[in-house]
């Protein structure tokens, strides 16, 4: 098959059959949205199914296969769609997570191995890289994605899109990857699921659509457009943004698929007063394929015959389709993911380790981390202290999340000199606190306390929104009876968003930020614990003080009064200080580093130049260390009110104990670029800061001044 036969196909095709591929059903045992019409074996023999969701498993796989193959008029084979977020078979840590390790090799690895591992499984497709910008804890989603920042969210989609999809999107262990929600889903109001979004134009270019931007030009070979509407307009049926930016400007020729019934929602929207009229919205805004509401296949005949739809754009999709399956070598092919078979191997979870113990983030110390020897009896206290099956966070499928340690295990394994006692204390969200005189008593006999809280693992992800992003149930009573015994405790956190826990911060004496980190999970918190590792991790997202701050962000734009703490007319709330709890960027190690000597290669620079940037990192420990670095930049004066402070890189860099190094940045001219009031990226003559640091944190940043002519 090549594309004239694919031309050839479609001059064959009844409407029926386009339809047919231009809707994806349920097939499997995973539930991801409302229940809806499953597939049936008719419904493929007839030609009225192009793709499947939900399905995963050889004999599953294969036999839908072979009937559309086989037993179909066109034999057209089908795709099998699967949310391969984080992992497989093997779970690795949650998105939110690994984006903290700020490493591009560590997330193209573990999208690779899960590739491999979904391939084997009969998937051809991922519905991942979950890109959208996410700025307000109360919303899951949060978990799934890179975090806040536009920059962050672009290199975390290339480095997903490259894993995922590899060199050659037919090999049997690539995944074509599905860049979703496009777009603004994390600016849903007050954090509620599917609630609309309000935004400007502007924020929409400057914020939610660089990560979509850089998956396209990585090469996605799909792309899932959101729930929600944006400025009032359903994202599946939002013409300025997926034609006229993601075809026309950006060139996108790939597939764009809706959300889970997200056609028909339409009419929930209030924007179609039926199924037909629904159908021709989305396909005018260029949707592909109907996941789920059959409503293309149920209602487009309608839509034609009332003039609502073209038959060309109906052709137009089908064609990205069939060139889909195409490039997935289906066509030559059908079985050719299945065929090789792929049980999780060593490495998978020597990968599923290594990205762990890089997500875990050491948010305080006072110095009682690492543990040290005198440490003989230990508590270790909370719901999540030995929960395996909590490790693996939302949005794990098929694997089995039994292959977690649990922070226990870790524990034990790697003390076994130690007397380490256990008590649950309460349950993750119930009432009942009949468990916390026991945990009391276990902390006043023990050297050291170590408390583990959170999330369960489905309360983030996908409708989970939580109004009080805190710590769960009686946790926050078990927690203050715990810190009443004076005994040091060390509280460990496993979320999916950052969760309002000033106590903790403030009377806590480490508090870890431990997320889902998946199969690795016990024996990464252990190494850190331990300080067998020393942690990398840095925050991908502003630590709210209060749900009060929230959405809190460190590249808002100016205040009419800046923040001034001895003026009561200034940008500030009475009851609580601007500041969040932790800056975007943040976390410890158990070294020290120090930057100085701030340079700019040159104080002026014009279009088209390069500029250097150069700081010197010094490791003041004795600690060997890995620090990330940012480099940051605000223009001081634009057409549009620019950020306060806006990421324009990071840098890693490893220090031997007490080394300095210089580390080096190369500023391109075009990345000060702002948006226009036309919403055109533009170089506008004038000064700008250049800051370098170890978060946003702006009191503590080194700047220099540097001029665009
Ligand atoms: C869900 C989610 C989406 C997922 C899809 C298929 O509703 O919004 O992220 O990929 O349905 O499971």
Redesign the pocket.
Known sequence: MDLNGIERLIAEMTLAEKLGQMTMSPAGS?R??PVRGEATTESVRAGGVGSL??IWGREATDRFQKLAVEETRLGIPLFF?V?VLHGHRTVFPIPLAEAGAFDPGVWERTARQAAREAAADGADLT?AP?LDIARDPRWGRMA?GAGEDPLLAARFAAAKVRGFQGGDLASPGSLAA?A??FCCGGAALAGREYAAADLSERAVHETYLPPFRAAVEAGCAAI?SA?NSVGGVPMTAHVPLLRAWLREKLGFDGVIMS??AAIEELIDHGVAADRAEAAALALKAGVDID?VSNVYFSSMPEALARGLARMEDIDAAVRRILVLKLRLGLFDDPHRRTRRRRAPSDTAKKLALDAARRAITLLTNDGILPLGEKIRRIAVIGPLADAREEMVGPWVLAADPRQCSSILEGLRAALPDREIILEQGVTIKGDDMSGIGAARAACEHADLVILCVGEAARMSG?AASRAHPGLPGRQHELAEAVLSTGRPVIALLSSGRPLIVPVLAERARALVATWFLGAGAGEAIAEVLTGRFNPTARLPVTWPRAVGQIPIFFAERPAARPANPTDPFTSKYIDLPNEPLFPFGHGLSYSEIRLDNLRLGQEEFQAGDKVAVEVEARNLSDRTAQETIFLFARDRVAAAAPPVLELKGWAKVDLKPRQAKKVSFTLAAEELSGLDGALEWRLEPGDFDIFVGLNADRRYLLSARLRCR
Do not use: R, S
Request: glycine content about 10%; proline content about 0%; overall charge negative.
């Open positions: 995973a991801t949205g969701l939900n769609g949310d519905f979950m799934e599905t979703k929600h899932m729930f959300d889970y996941m996908e």
